[in-house]
Structure formats: structure tokens, C-alpha cells
């Protein structure tokens, strides 16, 4: 139909003023823009329009209805049609036009509605990268896309946990299939499960499937969908796909036997012939397409740029993917064939009611032995027909056309069955066993259809679309009003159009497909009789129903889109649909399985259900009558038709309506006319109808102020409420106040209000240009007219001077003029010459005397200088010996003092040392002689015993009488002993009690201590447990230990006196020192006396200088008294004014000058003498300085040494202190030996004999606790001869338990010892802790020594020899302990109580540590186990904190520093060029640790990249809204409207993540990265990673957000930019290459601000843009977006300029980043600058099972 010209009720007549712009209808364009030249004033009937070309138009109007107005320029190119401020046909129109043509974007929004108009080319935006970019994303926020509709469908689907549907329509060739497609891979791609099944990719692979059965080539479209289908996507409880189900609907069989010109069939009958030639197709006996009649009458079986055989093998490849086997699709592949040569059997006709097939007709025969059939049978019915009335059976022959349809009849039905039975066995590979949470429905289903001949299919294509405008209208209008009641805006009844009328005429009882039914049960039914029952029902009856004035075959309907005429012709036989009985029951009877399986009397369901998918409709759908005797194809279609919309009513529906923008399928070509038609079709001007009678435009509280503020005063600003703003500046800027509403959080406004505030924006901002413009131009103007008013001045002046000259000149005043010139020139040259000869001789004497002055000074001076020179040499050579032997003294007398420090107190030590040991020797050798002794004893005991054996058995009969006498009298005794054993007992524990109490006294001090340091006092006593373990299995060996000590005493002495000898020489040097100390004062008073020198020198310079200035001043003066001026002007008889004018060319100064200039060369001569002076004391001030500075400096060492000294007599003294409570502790325990001896007197002999050992061993354990107090080692000493002596002691009580077990009393003597044991014991441990504490302190007290010896050797380049070492490095541990290592020191250890105050990576020291203690072993099992255990230790933590980015930056270090000690002392030469000579030491002897290293090295890249991983899901969701939609430059962006998708982020969300909050991330990552000691160049290229992230994040958001394609957001990209590269600037990380990963961003920030208009415009974008590849420059230029109405877009040649410059450009044909690269990561080796000696377990780690060796 023609354009029509919509009225525009709500258009107000005060705009159609001059400048704007209206739409008019054009019978080429259908709307044309036109600009009003003249006021419209209400009742005129003209319009005065100027079009685009220029003409003049006087357009006749109805003042009810103008024409509409078009939206300003900024509002064009809008994501969302609704966001426009006049909704009307030509705007949207526009608006698609203006995005698809000059902007290249194919989606828009309208509404809820996505339009997709099909671009006919291949682009860049459905990439994997792009379906991450809008996963997670609101729908307003991306710019419009299929995905973005599909990640809206899961989101709800997810939040609300209700079924989606997405419904995608549109005709033929506007990419429906391709939409559906995709919105499928979406799915399948963000919902990914992590089952080994894979059923996404099986649900995907059901695509190209259908489509090569279901798809065909159509003169519209390459790949039509000849069939509806609806895809549902199950989901379970984790919203992953767990199956899927798909319905099929309408099927368009014809094309199985009829192709119209340029058309092909379906496209698996193609791809077999194509793919003929393969082994495995021979037995189908196919060939080329061209042979086939059904596959060659369209004339052309080939498409462009498709390879069927490849599809072929594509269609092959997901039948197996699907489980469908080899067996299946060569059954398949059979009947295709089959169907093929049913095509090509030939029918000859025999006479005109008879017709026959040849039995030898090679197809018939072909078909026969594919299907297993009777060929004889087939050749007979396929040219008769079996009419069976109630009398008898009739076999009547047909027609050779009646024969053809029954051929082509049979064809279609074995191919529907086909077509039924492959949807059947998809569906069937798609179950799924578990329980269906939600699904996700996806309809592709066929557009409103309309052509020149239009018949059933259309038909039933129209119904269906009648039906789901009348669902979509309805939600529609619920969506309206919920919005309304959500925002409390008044609800007011919208009229929409409502479609039910034409579903009754369709459906209704008595309606066209009852009818239609009606005539199809009639046996002599016809197309004409049933098109008489249409006349006879529904013509004039309904108005919807017409019929056509020039047919009587055809019908008219109504339709929501448009009149469709359609032909009655064939109705009829595709509803019935119909194959001969004959023939059914000859395939019925196969062999062919699944050919006789398609017929038999039980088919198989067409449409298919999940057996667990419930739905529960919406709203309530009336159903057709149910009549059991109705199976055509109409009653089957209306079935399933209903069934789908009970489907779509029980979800919430998403909406794609596709476009078709030409019928030449040319890429980005516009057809406006084809366009609206689509439009109108499709609802999208439906759904702008139903907006634009409400308030369509609407816009939050935010959004309005920040985009109309320029439009509100001061006083209105200064208000706190935005949202009372906002309402005083509308009711001041609109007087009608229905014309707006004001909702809770939006304001909504009536069609072209949002114009009209955009036009007194727009007339705000143009007023205020204009009085910018005003007042420059003012100003240039005023300095325009300021410069050439001084240049007339300057021109009038040289002229009127020129005219003066002129007329005061004449030959008697020329004459004069000259005489007195000549008169005055001879006057002034004798004057001249006489005041110079004056001068002359004044000078030269000046001169002689001053040089003779000079030379006799000059004389002078080369003396003394002579003198002073050879004096200077001397006493400076002098000078610098004596102070090179002062500050040599000075440093040895402090290198002396230091060593005599060190040498004291080593000599100290080892004197104690040797103390210990001699004691300890004479312990050993007094128990060696006791033990010769007692062996001694025994061996005369034995000889006694061999004696007495004798006597014994001589004596034997002699005692056997006596035996029973002495049994009385041993138990007598035993009873008195028992009598004595009690009061021993009561005795006993009188003493115990008093002792107790006088021990309970002298503990009381030491259980404070012990309280303090609990946990360290435990793990000191499990060491001590260990050792004593240990101990017992060295028993054994003590006498050979004795001989050992005995070579150890000997050799002691020896050391002994050697120390003594050099205690003797550092003696010497300390007093060599002292004397040399004493030199120090006179380095003071040397200093002092250089600095009076200086001071003379100083004053003495100053004195000279004075009376130079006195000599000079008295010359100037007597030269000028002696020329009497006034003489001269007597003599001469000259004015002052002559002698002015003599002055005026400085002749009387010249004189004067020349004395000056001998003044300045004296004074210069003085001033060099007076440089060289001060040169001379400057170098002596800086000798003074570096002296004082070299004494503090010593001076500070002296007091820091004597500070250090002080100190450790200040620890030593506090120890002797608590050294004195041991003699009383010692007096206590004697005073117990007493009490114990008396009481062991009284038992037997024994007894006594045990009762002595273990005095012996008491005895040595007091004598141990006199010589605590001093350092480790002697502690460490003494705890083995504790531990000895109590093992002793232990064998002594088991001896005594053994021989005295009738004794009791000795159990209380022994619990009395432990009582005594357990004390001494806990003094040692409070011992031992004060001994860590010393040891603390003295190794504190030698970092500082170490660091002054530093100082003294970069002074004085003197080596210090290095302090002893204690330990190798290395700890000590039990195989057994293993496991306790790694559960304390790796998976129970918290990284944030490690990093403080410690070295980074301990933990890893520690291990590699315990890895030398296996390897000093040679223990190979050991070492395997442990580094197993490290290992598999270090998975397990990883693995249970996989999202903890401390616990990922903790072990990262931890594991490289872990693989760099096993480098740094593995032996090998690349490592150990790096160590110091003690770490060389270190390095492993017996075992090659390469593997392990190379599987730390893939556990630390495996950590990396989780570490990577944990970060950037930590920091991606600031990037976009810190990066892009903070305004970091406040003030410089603008809104626009969004329309019905509104963006989810707003200004003024306090919550929302700013650029503050990246740069906090980032801090935190980086401080996190340092504070766990993780390597620089991995802490670097961290930083690059995320720095990648970050532009390539923000570009691809950038890339897919047109709003966001501005100037004004160019520059905020680019501060933001500025921002990061401050940070990485502020960390010291410029060269870590982060700053070049966001090159890319910065040339897109760069380019949306550069300007875009010239050639030479966009060659600079060639240019510059060089890590921009083509598609994303042409992109960002597609999408620029200006803000307001003064930015110019980027015109569509300039695009295409650009593009050719790029052409010879190799990038990527990718338009996004890929956002999960990662850079190669790189470990390197940094050796550990730690000793191994000096690591220190902490306490916090529990390892006290570990020694330190």
C-alpha cells in the first residue's frame, strides 16, 4: 500500500517553526526529510518546506494532522528506537537506515524487541571473545546484539527461575536461522558443564542437521528454513545444559517434487549427489544433481561459495557426534536416494484415461532395491487406484497426470516420515537423564508472508504470526503497565490493536479451516465449492473477509500487517494430504526395516516431548474443538500451533524480529520500501504505537540533570535535591503540565517533549556561543583598529614633519644654516683637539707611573711567589704525610681496638670453653677411675666367688641341713626390716615436706619467667625428650668416648696456650693502639691551627683589597682636581649649554673612560688574586671538613662499639646474677643428698652400693648447672652429659629396682630424685630460654659489627677476617617428622604472620634447608620422600585456596625461591659464579636434583597462571566502570536518552567502582607481591598482565558501546590512562612493558578525539593508529557518537577513505582483544643474598622437632 501520513496529535503547532524539520511522504524513499522556511501558524493549510535538494515546496496540511516533525540530529543513530523523542514510522525508519548504512550496526532495540536486519556479509562480532564481553552484562549497558537478548534470557531464567522463550520471526532471507544459531551457541557457551559428555556441542551439532533436511534455497535466500522449529534448551539446578528437545511445524513437502525457477530443493539431496563418487555411496547408484528430475527443476543446482560434498561430510560429522552410527545414516542416506529415483521413474501415458511404467525402467528398478519392494507391485499401483465400496472392490487405472501426483504424492510422504523420524532420533540423543530445572525455548519460525500468488503454506504462515502478535501485544501492554504502576504514574487505558477477530475468522466454528475440514471429508469435495461456502458465510458478514472484484478463485483477509489475497486453488489436496492405500501398504510390507517402520498403523509422534517438561500457560487459550475424526494438515497445524503458544505463555518471551533490507541479497544495501514493509509485518511500529500514546520518553532523575543542567539557575542548583530540581526546571520549562509525570525514579514524558528540551538546550548553548563569538571578535576588531589607528599616526607624523621642512626652507636660511655649520665644525674640532691633547698628556702620565707601579709590584710579587711556592710544597707535602700517617694510625688504633674486642672475647669464650672441658674431663676421669675401681672390685669378687664356689660345694650337704634355720631367721629380719622400712617411711616424709616447702620458695621467681615463655619451654622439653632418646642408644659407647676426650683435653691445652700466646700479642696491640689514640688530640690541634691560617689569610686579603680601593680613589681624585673646568669655560667663553652640547658625543668622558678601564683591569688582577686565595681555603676548608667528618665518623664507631661493649656486660652481668641462685639450689639438693644418705645407711649393702652411683650421678648434674649461663654450644655440651649421667642414673635405679624389689623404701628415694630431676630440669629450661635471648642480642651486636667493619673496609680498603660460623645450614629432622613439617610449615601456615619482620620466602629456605640435611646423609629415600611430600604439600594448599590471592602471591614466591636454592647451590658453574665462598660450601654433594627442578618449575607456572587468574577476577569487574563510565574529568560528559533499555549503572551510585578503586586494587596486588618477597621480573610481568587485561577489556567494552564513541569520553579514557601510567610511574615499574599493552587503548582514546574530516585527517589516522587493526578503526569510526547537536558525525566517505588506506594493512580480521591471553612468563634466577647459617626458625612456625646443626 502507498505511505500513509501519520498523525501527529501530540505534536505541538509552536513547533513547526523555521529550521525545523518534518517527514513527508515520498513514493521512492516513503518518507523524505524537508526543513519549514516559514512560521506554521494554526489554521494555515500550507506549509513551506525546502527540501534536501534545495527545491521549494509548498506542502498542503490538515491541521489536524501535520505532518511529523524529525528528531534532532542528536538523537539519530540511537540504540533504542523508543529513546527517540518523536516515535512515529519515518523516525524509525530513519533511525535503521542511519545505523545499518552510514554506522554499519545491524541490531537495535525497540523497545523489548531486538530488529536484526541481515547484512548479507560476514562480520566480526560473534566471536567467542564478544560472547565473554556480554556474559554477565545488563542488557542496556552493551550495545545492542542477539547475545545481549540471550544473556537477558539466561539471567532471568537464572534469577527467577522461570522458562524463557526467544522468538525469532521474520521472512524468508532475513536471518532467522542464523539468529537462532547463534543465540544457541551463546547458551552453550556460557553454561559450558563439566561432564565428559559434552552436550552442548551435541545440541549444536542438531543444527546442521535440520538445516541440510529442513533448508533449501529460495529466490530470497540461499538458506531458507522451509519449516518452523522450537528448540528447548534444558538446564538443571547449576543453570547448565543438560539436554535438549526440538518441535517441528509445517513442513513445505512440495518442495520435495517442485522447485519454481532459481530455487533448489532441500539440501542433503545435493550434498549425496555431490558426494556420489565416495566408495561408501556406490551401492546408491546416485549421480550429478543435473540427472535428477526432483534436484534439477530449478535450473540451477549449484550455490555460490558452497561446497556441498564438504557439507557432506560436515552433515556426516554431527550424526556421529550425535550417536547417530554409520549404519543409521547409510539407512537415511538410502531412502534420500530412494526418493531421488522414485523422481526419474518414467510415466508413459497409454491412452487418455490410461497410463503404464515400463517394468525395466532402471530408476523404478533402483528404487525397488533400495526399499526392498516388489517392482512389479510398484509399476502397477503407481498407474491404478483401488476404490472399495460397500458391494465390491473397483481397480480403476489413471491418468498419466493422475499417475505423476500419486508418484509425487508418494515422495513427500516417505520424506515427511524421513524428516519426522531424524527429528525423532535428535531428540532422542539429546535426552537427558536427569531431572529439567528451567529451559530456554528458541523459535525460529517463519515472517508474516505475502507474495503475488500466495496459497496453503502462506496460509497457515499467516495464522501462526496472527497468533504470536497476539501474544506479543499482550505482553506488550503488561509491560507497559507494570512499568506505570512500578513508577506510580496514574494508569490510563492504551488502545492496541487486537488481533483475536482474525483468529476467529481463522479458527472459529464455521471459520475458513472449518470449512476447509468440512470440504476435505466430502469425497467429491472441491477447491470451488469450498471457496462458494467462504462467499455464502463470511462475505459482508465479517469485514475482515474479502473478496477480490476481478477473481472468483481467490479470498482477502485482514491481516495485522496487511491484506493478503490468496488463490483456493490446491487448498484442498494439501490439507488432505493424501497417499493411495495400495501403495501404503506395499511399503508397509518391506524388508527395508525402517522404510516399513515410517507406515506402520502406530507412527511415530511428530512433535516429540520431554517427558519431564511441564508447562502451566500464563493465560487461559481457548481450544479447538477436539473431533477424533479430523487429521488433515490444517486441523494437525492448528494443534501444534496451540500447543506452542501454551509453551510461550508459560515463559517469558524475548523477541528478534529479523529484516530483510533487499531483495538483491547486497551487502549494506538500504531499501526503504521492502524495510517498512518488514516493520509493519514484523509489530516493531506496533510497539512504537502503543509507547508513543503513553509517555515515551523517559529519563532518570540523574540522568536529566546531568544532561539540562545548562537550563537551570544558579539558585535552582544551588538546591541539595537533584530530584526537586528537576521538578521546579520542568514545571518552569513546560507550562502544560500534562505533558510530563514525575514516577519514583524516573520523569516520564509525552512524545516530542524531550525535542523540544533538546531545542532550548540546543538554543541555550547556541546563545551562549554567540556571546563568546561577540566578545572575541569585539576584541579582534578593537586590536585590529587599535594597530592601524597607530599606523595613520605614525604616517601623519613623517608627513606634516615633511610639509613643515618644506615650508620653513629657502635659499638665504640654507645659506646661513650652512655657514654656521662650518663656523661651528671649526670651533668644536680646535675645542676637540685641544681638551684631547689636555687629556693625552694627563693619561700618559697616568700610565707611566701606574706601570712603573705595576712592574715594580709585579716584581715583587714573582719573589715571594717564588718563595711562597717552594714554602708551599714543603709544608703541603709535609702537611699530607703527616695527615696520611694520622688517619693511618687513627684507622689501625680502631682496627686494633676492634680486634682486640673480638680477640678478648673470643678468648673469653674459649677460656670458658676450656673451663668446661677440663672439668668436664676430670668428671670423666674421676669416673673412669671409679669404674676401673669397681671393675677391679669385681673382678676380685669373682675370683672370691670361684672360691667360695668351692667351699660351696664342698659345704653343699653341709647348708642343706642349715637351709631351713636360716629361711626362719631371714624372715625374722624381714620383718624387722619391714618395721624399719615404716618409720623410714615416716621420717622420709616429715623431710620431703620441709624440703618441698623451702623448694616451693626458691621456684617462686622462676615460675614467672617460666609462665611467660610456656610454649618455648615445651618445645625445649620435647628436644630435650628427643635427645634423651638419642642418648640412651649411645650409651653403649661411652668409654670410647672417654678416650677421645682424653686426645680432646690434650689437644685443648695445646689450643689453650696457642690463645694464650696471642692473648699476649693483643695485648701489645691494645697498648700500640692506646698510644696511637692519644694522637688524636694533636690532629685536633692541627685542624684548629689551619683554621686560624685560613682566618689570617682571610684578613689579610681583606686588608690588601681595602687599600687598593683607597690608592685608586686617590688618583681618580687628584686627576680630577687637577682639570679646573670652570677655567676652561672661562678661557673658552662657553655656555653651560656648549658644554652640554660638547658632552652630547662624549668627548669630555672619553678621558674618564680610559681611567676607568685601568681601574677594572686593576681590580680584575686583584679579583684573580683574591679567587686564588679563596680557592686555596675553600681546598683547605674541605680538608678541615673531611677531617671533622672523618673523626665523627670515628667517634660515632668508638661510642657505638663502647655502647655494644656496655651492653654485653650488662647481659653478661644480668646472667652471673642469675648464675648466684645456683649455689643455693646446689646447698638445698645437698641438704637432700644428706637426708637421702642417712637414710640409705640403714639399708642393705646392696642398696648402699647403688645408693653411691647415684650420688655420683646427682653430684655431676650439680656440677653441669654451674656452668649454665654461658653461650649455646657449652649449654649443648652439657645437655649430652645431663642426658648421660641421667641414662646412667636411670641404669642405676633399674639395677637397684632389679636387686632390691623387696626394698620399697628405695621407691620413695626414687620419686624423690625425679622430683629433684624435674626441677633441675626446668631451671635448664628457663636457662635455655635466656640463652636464646643472649643469642638474639649477640647476633644483633654482630650485624652492627659486621656493618661497621663494612664502613672501616670501604675507608680504609683493610679486610676484616670474618666472624667463625656456628652453623653449616643445615636442620636436623626425623624421617618420621616428615609429615608434621608439611602440615605445620605448608598447609597450616597462615602467609599473613609470615611475611612481617622475616626474610622472604623462609618457608622455602627452610625446606631446601631439610633437603642438605638428606643429602649430607646420602639418604636417598629420604630425600625422595621429603621433596614428594614439599611438592605434593604445595598442590594441596594451591589446590584448597584456589580463589585466595595471598595464599597464591604467598606460595608463587615461596616456590620460586624454593627452585632457585635448589639452583643457586646445586654445584653446577652458571649458578655458582653468583655465591659467596661460604654459600659454595653449601651446595649439595651426593645427589642431582634436575627433575625435581623442572617439576617445581611447572608447579610455579601452574601457580602463575591460577595467581593471574585470581587477580584479573578480582579486578575485571572495576575495569569497565572505572575505566569507561567514571567520569574522572568531572563535568565533560553528557547524557543521552537510553530509551526502554536503560543502562544499569547510574551517575550518582556511590557503590559503583570508580578509577580510585583500580588503583586501590592494583596497590593492594602489588603490596601483597612485595610483602611475600615475590621476584621483581615476575612481579613485573604480573603488572603487564593485568595491565593487558585492563586495556583490552576496556577496548572490547568500548568496541561494543556506541554511547560510549564520544570526544568527551576519549578524554576520559585518556586521563584515566594517565592515571595508570602515574601509578606504575610511582611503583618504579616503567620498564616493566605494562605501559605498551595499553597502546591500543590510548590510539582508540586518541582517535575518538582527533578531528575526522579531511584527507589529511585520515591519513594521520593511517598513521598513528598503528595498533589498531582495520575492522577495529573502522569500527570505533562507524560508532562515533557525538553528544550534542555542535559535533559533526563521521560521514560515510571518510569511512571509506580510511579503509583504502588500510587496505595493505595485515592485522587480524578480529574486532576484539582476546581478553584471555596471557604473556609468556619467564622464572629467573636471583640468588638468595641470605646465609643459610643465619636463618632463624620462628617460634610461630612450630618446628621445634627441627635442630639446627
Sequence with gaps: ?????????????????????????????????????????????????????????????????????????????????????????????????????????????????????????????????????????????????????????????????????????????????????????????????????????????????????????????????????????????????????????????????????????????????????????????????????????????????????????????????????????????????????????????????????????????????????????????????????????????????????????????????????????????????????????????????????????????????????????????????????????????????????????????????????????????????????LYNNLLNKNPLFEKPRMSNTSFIIQHFADKVEYKSEGFLEKNRDTVYEVLIEILKNSKFQLCANFFQDNPVLLFPFSPSIKVKPAKTVIKPPNKQFRTTVGNKFSSSLYLLMETLNATTPHYVRCIKPNDQKLPFEFDSKRVVQQLR??????????????????????????????????????????????????????????????????????????????????????????????????????????????????????????????????????????????????????????????????????????????????????????????????????????????????????????????????????????????????????????????????????????????????????????????????????????????????????????????????????????????????????????????????????????????????????????????????????????????????????IELIQTQKMDVEKQLQSQKREMREKMSDVTRQILDSYDFADVRSRYRLSTEDLEHLNEDGELWFAYEGLKKATRVLENHFQSQKENYEREIDGLNSKVEHLSQEISHLQKLFREENDINDSIRLQVARLTSENMMIPDLKQQIAELQKHKMDLENRLQEEAAKNKDKMEEMADRLHHRLDEEGTRRKVLQVQNEIYTKEKEKLVFAEEDFQMTNDRVEKQQETKSKLRQDEAYLIMENTDLEEELDKKDRLIKKLQDQIRTLRKSIEKDNDVPVSTLQKEYIGMLQYRKEDEAKIIQNLILDLKPRGVVVNMIPGLPAHIL????????????????????????????????????????????????????????????????????????????LQHFDLSEYRQVLSDLAIRIYHQFIIVMENNIQPMIVPGMLEYESLQGISGLKPTGFRKRSSSIDDTDAYTMTSILQQLSYFYTTMCQNGLDSELLKQAVKQLFYLIGAVTLNSLFLRKDMCSCRKGMQIRCNISYLEEWLKEKNLQNCSAKETLEPLSQAAWLLQVKKITDDDAKEISERCTCLSAVQIVKILNSYTPIDDFEKRVTPSFVRKVQAMLNNRENSPQLMLDTKYLFQVTFPFTPSPHPLEMIQIPSSFKLGFLTRI
Design 681 to 1086: 509485518a514484523c509489530g516493531v511500529l506496533e510497539t512504537i504505537r502503543i509507547s508513543s500514546q503513553s509517555y515515551p520518553s523517559r529519563w532518570t532523575y540523574i540522568e536529566f540533570y546531568s544532561r539540562y543542567s545548562i537550563l537551570m539557575s544558579q539558585h535552582e542548583l544551588s538546591l541539595n535535591d537533584k530530584k526537586q530540581i528537576c521538578k521546579i526546571v520542568l514545571q518552569r520549562l513546560i507550562q502544560d503540565p500534562s505533558q510530563y509525570q514525575f514516577g519514583r525514579t524516573k520523569i516520564f514524558f509525552r512524545a516530542g517533549q524531550v525535542a523540544y528540551l533538546e531545542k532550548l538546550r540546543s538554543d541555550k548553548l547556541r546563545q551562549a556561543c554567540i556571546v563568546i563569538q561577540k566578545n572575541l571578535r569585539g576584541w579582534l576588531q578593537r586590536k585590529k583598529f587599535l594597530h592601524i589607528r597607530q599606523a595613520a599616526i605614525t604616517i601623519q607624523q613623517y608627513f606634516r614633519g615633511q610639509r613643515t621642512v618644506r615650508q620653513a626652507i629657502t635659499a638665504r636660511s640654507l645659506k646661513e644654516a650652512w655657514a654656521a655649520i662650518v663656523i661651528q665644525k671649526h670651533c668644536r674640532g680646535y675645542l676637540v683637539r685641544r681638551l684631547c691633547q689636555l687629556i693625552r698628556v694627563a693619561t700618559l702620565t697616568i700610565q707611566a707611573f701606574t706601570r712603573g707601579f705595576l712592574a715594580r709590584r709585579k716584581y715583587r710579587k714573582m719573589l715571594e711567589e717564588h718563595k711562597a711556592v717552594i714554602l708551599q710544597k714543603h709544608a703541603r707535602a709535609w702537611l699530607a704525610r703527616r695527615r696520611f700517617q694520622s688517619i693511618r694510625r687513627f684507622v689501625l688504633n680502631i682496627q686494633l681496638s676492634y680486634r682486640v674486642q673480638q680477640l678478648q672475647k673470643k678468648l673469653e669464650d674459649q677460656n670458658k670453653e676450656n673451663h668446661t672441658l677440663l672439668e668436664k674431663l676430670t668428671t670423666l676421669a674421676s669416673n673412669h677411675s671409679n669404674d676401673v675401681e669397681i671393675i677391679q672390685k669385681l673382678h676380685v669378687d669373682v675370683e672370691k666367688l670361684a672360691a667360695q664356689k668351692k667351699i660351696a660345694e664342698e659345704k653343699e650337704k653341709r647348708n642343706r641341713d642349715d637351709y631351713q634355720q636360716r629361711i626362719a631367721e631371714l624372715e625374722s629380719q624381714n620383718s624387722e626390716l619391714q618395721k624399719q622400712k615404716e618409720e623410714l617411711e615416716r621420717k622420709l616424709r616429715e623431710t620431703t615436706e620441709e624440703m618441698k616447702d623451702k623448694m616451693d620458695g626458691l621456684t617462686k621467681q622462676l615460675f614467672t619467667d617460666v609462665q611467660k615463655e610456656e610454649r618455648q619451654r615445651i618445645m625445649l622439653e620435647k628436644n630435650f625428650h628427643n635427645q634423651k632418646q638419642d642418648y640412651e642408644i649411645k650409651i653403649d659407647s661411652l668409654k670410647a668416648e672417654i678416650k677421645t676426650l682424653k686426645e680432646e683435653n690434650d689437644r685443648f691445652q695445646n689450643h689453650l696456650q696457642e690463645e694464650l700466646q696471642i692473648r699476649a700479642g693483643l695485648k701489645m696491640d691494645v697498648a700500640a693502639l692506646t698510644n696511637q689514640a692519644k694522637t688524636i688530640p694533636e690532629l685536633r690541634k692541627e
Design 1 to 533: 500500500p502507498p505511505p500513509r501520513r501519520l498523525p501527529s496529535p501530540m505534536a505541538l503547532a509552536e513547533l513547526y517553526t523555521q529550521y525545523n524539520r518534518v517527514w513527508i511522504p515520498n513514493p521512492e524513499e516513503v518518507w523524505q526529510s524537508a526543513e519549514i522556511t516559514t512560521n506554521y501558524k494554526p489554521g494555515d493549510c500550507v506549509l513551506h518546506l525546502q527540501l534536501e535538494d534545495g527545491v521549494e515546496l509548498h506542502f498542503p496540511v490538515d491541521p489536524g494532522a501535520l505532518p511529523p516533525l524529525r528528531n534532532p540530529d542528536i538523537l539519530v543513530g540511537e540504540n533504542d528506537l523508543t529513546a527517540l523523542s518523536y516515535l512515529h514510522e519515518p523516525a524509525v525508519l530513519h533511525n535503521l537506515k542511519v545505523r545499518f548504512v552510514e554506522s554499519k550496526l545491524i541490531y537495535t532495540y525497540s523497545g523489548i524487541i531486538l530488529v536484526a536486519i541481515n547484512p548479507y556479509k560476514q562480520l566480526p562480532i560473534y566471536g567467542d571473545a564478544i560472547i565473554h564481553a556480554y556474559s554477565g552484562q545488563n542488557m542496556g549497558d552493551m550495545d545492542p546484539h542477539i547475545f545481549a537478548v540471550a544473556e537477558e534470557a539466561y539471567k532471568q531464567m537464572a534469577r527467577n527461575n522461570r522458562n524463557q522463550s526467544i522468538i525469532v520471526s521474520g521472512e524468508s532471507g532475513a536471518g532467522k536461522t542464523v539468529s537462532a544459531r547463534y543465540a544457541m551457541r551463546y547458551f552453550a557457551t556460557v553454561s559450558r558443564s563439566s561432564s565428559n559428555a559434552q552436550v552442548e556441542d551435541r545440541v549444536l551439532a542438531s543444527n546442521p542437521i535440520t538445516e541440510a533436511v529442513g533448508n533449501a534455497k529460495t529466490t530470497r535466500n540461499d538458506n531458507s528454513s522451509r519449516f518452523g522449529k522450537y528448540t528447548e534448551i534444558s538446564f538443571d539446578k547449576r543453570y547448565q545444559i543438560i539436554g535438549a528437545n526440538m518441535r517441528t511445524y509445517l513442513l513445505e513437502k512440495s518442495r520435495v517434487v517442485f522447485q519454481s525457477e532459481n530455487e533448489r530443493n532441500y539440501h542433503i539431496f545435493y550434498q549425496l549427489c555431490a558426494s556420489a563418487h565416495r566408495p561408501e555411496f556406490k551401492h546408491l547408484k546416485l549421480g550429478s544433481a543435473e540427472e535428477f528430475h526432483y534436484t534439477n527443476m530449478g535450473g540451477n543446482t549449484m550455490i555460490d561459495g558452497v561446497n556441498d560434498e564438504d557439507y557432506m561430510r560436515e552433515t556426516q560429522r554431527t550424526f556421529t557426534l550425535l550417536g547417530l552410527k554409520e549404519d543409521f545414516q547409510m539407512d537415511v542416506f538410502r531412502i534420500l536416494a530412494a526418493i531421488l529415483h522414485l523422481g526419474n521413474v518414467e510415466i508413459a501415458a497409454v491412452s487418455d484415461e490410461r497410463s503404464s511404467v515400463s517394468l525395466d525402467d532402471k530408476h523404478l528398478n533402483i528404487f525397488c532395491e533400495l526399499l526392498d519392494l516388489e517392482g512389479d507391485e510398484i509399476a502397477r499401483w503407481l498407474c491404478h487406484r483401488k476404490i472399495i465400496t460397500t458391494s465390491e472392490t473397483v481397480v480403476k487405472p489413471m491418468t498419466k497426470h493422475q499417475a505423476l501426483n500419486a508418484r509425487d504424492a508418494l515422495a513427500k510422504k516417505i520424506y515427511s516420515h524421513l524428516f519426522d523420524f531424524i527429528v525423532e532420533r535428535i531428540n532422542k540423543a539429546l535426552q537427558f537423564s536427569g531431572k529439567q530445572h528451567t529451559f530456554i525455548g528458541v523459535l525460529d519460525i517463519y515472517g508474516f508472508e505475502t507474495f503475488d500468488v500466495n496459497s496453503f503454506e502462506q496460509f497457515c504462515i499467516n495464522y501462526a504470526n496472527e497468533k504470536l502478535q497476539q501474544q506479543f501485544n499482550l505482553h506488550v501492554f503488561k509491560l507497559e503497565q507494570e512499568e506505570y504502576m512500578k513508577e506510580n504514574i496514574p494508569w490510563t487505558l492504551i488502545d492496541f490493536y487486537d488481533n483475536q477477530a482474525v483468529i476467529d475468522l481463522i479458527e472459529a466454528k464455521m471459520g475458513i479451516l472449518d470449512l476447509l475440514d468440512e470440504e476435505c471429508m466430502l469425497p467429491q469435495g472441491t477447491d470451488e465449492n469450498w471457496l462458494q461456502k
Design 1408 to 1483: 631446601f634447608m631439610c633437603v642438605r640435611y638428606a643429602d649430607h646423609l646420602n639418604e636417598d629415600d629420604m630425600l625422595k620422600s621429603f621433596m614428594n611430600m614439599a611438592i605434593n604439600g604445595i598442590k594441596q594448599v594451591i589446590k584448597e585456596h584456589v580463589e585466595d590471592f595471598e595464599m597464591m602471591s604467598f606460595w608463587l614466591s615461596n616456590t620460586c625461591h624454593f627452585l632457585n636454592c635448589l639452583k643457586q647451590y646445586s654445584g653446577e658453574e652458571e649458578f655458582m659464579k653468583y655465591n659467596s665462598p661460604q654459600q659454595n660450601k653449601n651446595n
